[in-house]
C-alpha cells in the first residue's frame, strides 16, 4: 500500500490530505486485489482443465480463442451470466443469497496480507500471518451457510463434511508455518520474506529438515483448507452430486468457482511467501519481485492441480484420521525440532 | 507404529509414482481428435444412416419386414410389370443401426451410408423421403429399363464403400412432407 | 454397528436414544453420479452411517423379453445387445449359445474363434469401463480417461469388423454375419500388445496406490455365503474367493481348448471377498483375455463363417433350454421356450448385473456413504442389464 500511497501522492501533490491519501490507496488496492482474484478464476480454470486434458491424453478446451482455447474462460463467464437464478422453493432465502459472498469476502479479505512486491502490500499487518488464517477460515461459515439453506441432504453433508474438515485442517496449516514464525520472530508477511534474502539456501524450507518436513504439512494441509482433491470431501461428485453448491445455478456458482480458484492461490501465495522465499530470486539480487512471487505461487498452484488429478480421494474418517493422527503430530514435531535446531545452532529468534 | 510409519512412507512413495506416470503423460502427444476439424476414417462397414438407392430398388418388401422396429415403409401400387413403388421412407427416430435390412437387401439397393452426423431441429425431418410420390418407381426389372432406370445386376457384392460414399446426403434428398411423421404407419 | 463405524465405543448408541433422533432418508438415484446409470437407491443413514439400502430398480425396463415372442429368432439378436450395452458381444454369444444347442447347429471354425476373439475384446472393453469407473468413485479421474483410451482401440476393432462402435449385432445364428477384415488379426495382436504393457500403468497408477486400497480393502465385504445366496456370479463371486467360472466349469464354444485361468479373491490386501479384491479380479482377468486372444489367434482357421444348413429364417424345434455363458459381469442365462415355430413363445434373461446388485441390501448396512458408493462401482452393475 504503501507504493499505492506514494503514487497517488505523487499525482496529486498537495492535493489529498493524509486521510484522502490512505482512502484512495486502500481502495485502489482493494480494486486490484479483486482484480486478481477474477483473474485467478480466469486463468485457473483454463489452466485446470489444461493440465486435466494432457494428463488425461486429451486436449482440453481447444475451440474459443485463437490458440489452445485461451478464450474458454470468456465464454464461460458469458455463458454463466445468462443462466438463470434459482432459488429452490424451500431454501432459507436470506441465507441461501448470502452464503457464495460470505465465502468469496473471507477470500478476498486474506490477500489484504499478501506481499507480491516489496511494499506492495495492501496492509502491512504485524499480524500478517495470523490474520490470513484468522479471516480465511471464515469461508467454513460461507460452506455451512450454502449447506444449510439449500435445503438439499446432499448439501447438507457436503456442508458438514467442509465445516469440519475445514476446521481440522486449520491445525496442522497454522502449526506447520509455527516454525518460520519462531525463525523469523515475526508475524509480519514482509518480514518473514525479507528473512529468506541471499538465495535458495536461505529460503525457509531450506532452512533446516524439519522446516523442510513443515513445508510439506503446510502444502498438503493447504489442498485439504481449499477443499480440493484428494482432499475435496466438500464436493466429492461422486457422492454428494456437488456438495454444498448443488443447487447454485448461474452468477452464484460462479461466485463458488472463483472464492475456490482465488484460495487455491491464496494458499499458495502464503506458501510461496513463508517457505519459498517470496519475491526473493533464486539466487542474485531482487528482480522483478512481482513477477517471481506469481511465478512461484503459480507453479505451486500446478502442482496441486497435478496432485488432484492423479489421486484417488480419501474417506470423511480417514481424512480426519490423517489429519489428527499423522499431520498435527508431524506438525508438532516439526516445531519442537526447529525449536531445538535454533538452540543448537545458535539462532535466536 | 512401523505399521503407521509405513503407511506413511507407502502413502507419499505411491503418490509420487502416480504422478510420475500422469506427469509421463503431459509431455505425450494427445491421443483425441479434434473432431470438425479432424476426423478419423472410417471402416467400409460402418453403420451409417440407411440409404436406399431407388434406382437399384425392386420393392420386394423384405427390408421392412426384417426390420425389428419396423422403421421402414414402402407403399407400392399395381401389380407385376406395373407395380409402381411410390414411397420408400426410412424413419431414423425408430431405427436401431442393426444393419439387418442391409443384410436382407437382395439387390444392394438398401445400405448403409458412410454418413453420421445429423442434428435437426424437428424430429419429423428424421423421416427420410426416398422416393417422390410424383414420379413413383418402377417395381420391375423390365419396365425400369424401359423407362432408363438403372437396372445393373449386382452380384453377390460386398458393400461398396465408393458407392456408400457418393450416396445422397441429407441435404440431397427431397424435403419430408408436412406431417410426414404422422402419416407414415405404413 | 460394524468396525468402520466410528460411533463404535463413543456411547454413541446412548446418545442417540436420548436425543429421539431419526434416521436420514435420501434418495441417492435415479440421478446421481455414482449409480451407474438410473439405479435408485434408497438410503437410510445415520450421519455418515448407512443404515439400510434398499435398490429400486426399472427405470430402464424396455420389455426386451415380451418383444422376442413378437420377434423372429435372428432379430431378436438385436435386443440381446442392449441388455448390456457395455458388453454387447458377451450378451449376443449368450444367445447365440443358446439357439444353437436348441437347433443343434454346429458353427463353422472360423466363426468360433473370431467368436471367442471378439468376446474377449469386449471383455476387457468391459473391464476397462468398470476399473475406469470403479476409480472414479473413488476420485480418481484419470485412470477412466486412460481406460477409455485402451477401450477406443478396442471398439475401433469391433467397427472395423462388424460396423458398429457401441451396439454391434456381429452375432448371428450359426456363425457371424461377416467375416473378418483383412488384417484383423494384426490389429488384434498389436492391441494385445499395447494392453499387456498398459495394465501395470494401472496398477501403479490406480490399485497399489496407498489412498485407493484404503478405500477399498476391508470395505463392501461379500463372503461365498452370502453371493451363495443371492446368486452372484462373476467377478463378485470370484473377488469372494471361487474361482467359477462358466468358461472353465460349463465350456460353450471353444473355450476347453484354450489355456488360462481364473483369477480368484485371495484377500492380498484386507478381508477376502472386499472391493479390492474384486477390482483386482478384473485387473487380472484383462490379462487373463489376453492370453485367450493370443492363442485364438495363433488357431485362426480359414473358412466359412456361417453355417450352411442354416435357412434365413429360422425355425428353433420345441422344447426349452438354459445356457449360461459368461459374460463380463457374471453368468447370463438364457432361458429359451420354443414352441416349434420362427419365434420364441418365452424367453428368459438370467442377468448378472440383477442378482450381484441386491447384495448391496445385505452388505450396505453399517457401512459408510463413502463405502456404499465404493461398493456399488464395485459389483459392476449395468442398469440396461438389471431391467432389461
Redesign the interface.
Given at each position: 500500500m504503501q507504493v499505492m500511497t506514494d503514487l497517488f501522492a505523487r499525482i496529486f501533490g498537495d492535493g489529498l490530505s493524509p486521510v484522502g491519501l490512505l482512502v484512495a490507496g486502500g481502495l485502489t488496492m482493494a480494486l486490484i486485489m479483486a482484480l486478481v482474484m477474477a483473474l485467478c478464476a480466469i486463468v485457473f480454470t483454463w489452466a485446470e482443465r489444461k493440465v486435466a486434458g494432457f494428463i488425461q491424453s486429451r486436449y482440453g478446451p481447444m475451440r474459443v480463442g485463437r490458440w489452445h482455447g485461451v478464450l474458454q474462460p470468456v465464454a464461460d463467464m458469458v455463458k454463466i451470466l445468462g443462466k438463470e437464478d434459482i432459488v429452490p422453493q424451500d431454501a432459507d432465502k436470506p441465507l441461501f443469497l448470502l452464503a457464495p459472498f460470505v465465502i468469496f469476502i473471507g477470500s478476498l479479505m486474506a490477500w489484504a496480507a499478501i506481499p507480491f512486491a516489496p511494499g506492495f502490500i495492501a496492509a502491512d499487518l504485524d499480524l500478517g500471518l495470523f490474520y490470513i488464517f484468522a479471516v480465511s477460515s471464515a469461508a467454513t461459515i460461507g460452506i455451512l451457510m450454502a449447506g444449510w439453506a439449500s435445503n438439499n441432504k446432499w448439501s447438507l453433508y457436503g456442508a458438514a463434511r467442509g465445516a469440519a474438515q475445514a476446521v481440522s485442517y486449520e491445525i496442522p496449516l497454522t502449526l506447520a508455518c509455527i516454525p518460520v514464525v519462531m525463525i523469523t520472530g515475526s508475524l509480519n508477511m514482509n518480514d518473514i520474506v525479507i528473512a529468506q534474502q541471499g538465495g535458495i539456501w536461505h529460503w525457509h524450507f531450506l532452512h533446516d529438515p524439519f522446516l523442510f518436513v513443515a513445508f510439506l504439512l503446510y502444502f498438503v494441509a493447504s489442498i485439504a483448507e481449499v477443499n480440493r482433491g484428494p482432499f475435496d470431501m466438500p464436493e466429492t461428485e461422486s457422492e454428494l452430486v456437488a456438495g454444498y453448491h448443488t443447487e447454485y445455478t448461474g452468477m452464484r456458482f460462479a461466485f463458488f468457482f472463483l472464492a475456490e480458484y482465488a484460495n487455491l492461490f491464496l494458499v499458495s501465495c502464503v506458501a510461496t511467501a513463508v517457505f519459498l522465499g517470496g519475491w526473493q530470486p533464486l539466487f542474485g539480487p531482487v528482480f522483478l519481485p512481482g513477477l517471481v512471487f506469481v511465478i512461484k505461487a503459480v507453479l505451486l498452484v500446478l502442482l496441486q492441480m497435478w496432485l488432484r488429478w492423479t489421486l484417488p480421494r480419501l474417506r470423511v474418517d480417514q481424512l480426519m484420521h490423517v489429519c489428527w493422527k499423522v499431520m498435527v503430530p508431524l506438525a508438532l514435531i516439526c516445531v519442537l525440532g526447529a525449536g531445538i535446531w535454533m538452540l543448537a545452532t545458535g539462532q535466536t529468534g | 507404529m512401523t505399521q503407521y510409519l509405513r503407511?506413511?512412507y507407502?502413502?507419499v512413495t505411491?503418490?509420487l509414482?502416480?504422478?510420475r506416470?500422469?506427469?509421463k503423460?503431459?509431455v505425450?502427444k494427445?491421443?483425441?481428435l479434434?473432431f470438425p476439424d479432424e476426423r478419423w476414417v472410417l471402416?467400409?462397414?460402418?453403420?451409417g444412416f440407411i440409404i436406399n438407392d431407388v434406382n437399384l430398388c425392386d420393392g420386394c418388401l423384405r427390408c421392412a419386414k426384417?426390420c425389428?422396429v419396423d422403421c421402414i415403409y414402402i407403399e407400392t401400387m399395381g401389380k407385376g410389370k406395373d407395380r409402381f413403388m411410390h414411397r420408400y421412407a426410412v424413419d431414423y427416430n425408430k431405427c436401431?443401426?442393426?444393419?439387418?435390412c442391409t443384410?436382407?437387401c437382395p439387390t444392394f439397393a438398401c445400405q448403409?451410408s458412410l454418413d453420421y452426423d445429423h442434428a435437426l431441429y424437428d424430429r419429423r425431418r428424421l423421416v427420410y423421403e426416398f422416393v417422390d410420390p410424383a414420379r413413383p418407381v418402377p417395381c420391375h426389372k423390365e419396365r425400369r429399363q424401359q423407362m432408363g432406370y438403372f437396372v445393373e445386376q449386382v452380384a453377390a457384392a460386398p458393400p461398396d464403400p465408393d458407392r456408400i460414399a457418393k450416396a445422397p446426403r441429407r441435404a440431397d434428398l427431397p424435403e419430408t412432407a408436412p406431417g410426414g411423421a404422422e402419416g407414415g404407419g405404413a | 454397528m460394524s468396525e468402520t463405524a466410528t460411533g463404535r465405543g463413543w456411547g454413541a448408541q446412548d446418545v442417540r436414544r436420548e436425543l429421539h433422533s431419526e434416521l436420514l432418508e435420501i434418495n441417492m438415484g435415479p440421478q446421481h453420479p455414482a449409480t451407474h446409470g438410473v439405479l435408485r437407491l434408497l438410503v437410510h443413514t445415520d450421519g455418515e452411517i448407512v443404515q439400510g439400502v434398499t435398490a429400486h430398480i426399472g427405470y430402464l425396463h424396455r420389455c426386451a423379453e415380451k418383444i422376442a415372442e413378437g420377434c423372429d429368432w435372428r432379430q431378436w439378436m438385436v435386443y440381446t445387445d442392449r441388455f448390456d450395452y457395455l458388453a454387447p458381444i458377451n450378451m449376443n454369444f449368450g444367445y447365440a449359445v443358446a439357439v444353437e444347442r436348441m437347433l443343434g447347429v454346429k458353427v463353422p471354425e472360423r466363426a468360433e474363434h473370431i467368436r471367442v476373439i471378439c468376446a474377449e475384446l469386449q471383455r476387457i472393453a468391459s473391464h476397462l469401463i468398470a476399473i475406469g469407473t470403479f476409480g472414479l468413485d473413488m476420485g480418481a479421474w484419470t485412470p477412466l480417461l486412460y481406460c477409455f483410451r485402451e477401450r477406443e482401440e478396442i471398439l475401433n476393432i469391433l467397427e472395423r469388423i462388424s460396423g458398429g462402435r457401441m451396439l454391434y449385432n456381429y452375432f448371428d445364428i450359426g456363425g457371424l454375419r461377416y467375416d473378418a477384415y483383412e488384417g484383423f488379426e494384426r490389429d488384434v495382436l498389436d492391441f494385445v500388445n499395447i494392453m499387456e504393457q498398459k495394465i501395470p500403468e494401472y496398477d501403479t497408477l490406480l490399485s497399489y496406490n496407498k489412498i485407493f486400497i484404503e478405500r477399498t480393502a476391508d470395505v463392501g465385504v461379500i463372503d461365498v455365503a452370502t453371493c451363495h445366496a443371492y446368486g452372484c456370479t462373476g467377478p463378485v463371486l470370484r473377488g469372494a474367493g471361487v474361482p467359477f467360472d462358466c468358461r472353465k466349469d460349463d465350456p460353450y464354444s471353444i473355450y476347453d481348448r484354450f489355456e488360462f485361468d481364473i483369477p480368484y479373491g485371495e484377500g492380498e490386501q484386507g478381508t477376502v471377498g472386499d472391493c479390492w479384491d474384486r477390482y483386482m479380479v478384473r485387473m487380472r482377468e484383462m490379462y487373463e483375455s489376453c492370453r485367450i486372444i493370443r492363442q485364438a489367434v495363433d488357431a485362426l482357421p480359414g473358412g466359412p463363417v456361417k453355417a450352411e444348413e442354416l435357412k434365413k429364417l429360422v425355425k428353433v424345434p420345441q422344447g426349452s433350454l438354459y445356457t449360461r455363458t459368461e459374460s463380463s459381469k457374471g453368468e447370463i442365462g438364457y432361458h429359451i421356450f420354443a414352441d416349434g415355430g420362427s419365434k420364441p413363445f418365452r424367453t428368459k434373461v438370467r442377468s448378472p448385473s440383477f442378482s450381484n446388485l441386491h447384495v448391496i441390501e445385505k452388505v450396505g448396512p453399517g457401512m459408510m456413504l463413502s463405502d456404499l458408493v465404493a461398493t456399488i462401482g464395485s459389483l459392476d452393475i449395468v442398469l440396461g442389464e438389471i431391467d432389461r
Open positions: - | 503407511d506413511i507407502e502413502a505411491s503418490a509414482k502416480g504422478m506416470i500422469t506427469g503423460h503431459v505425450r494427445p491421443v483425441t479434434q471402416p467400409a462397414r460402418f453403420k426384417v425389428p436401431i443401426w442393426c444393419g439387418l443384410e436382407e448403409h | -
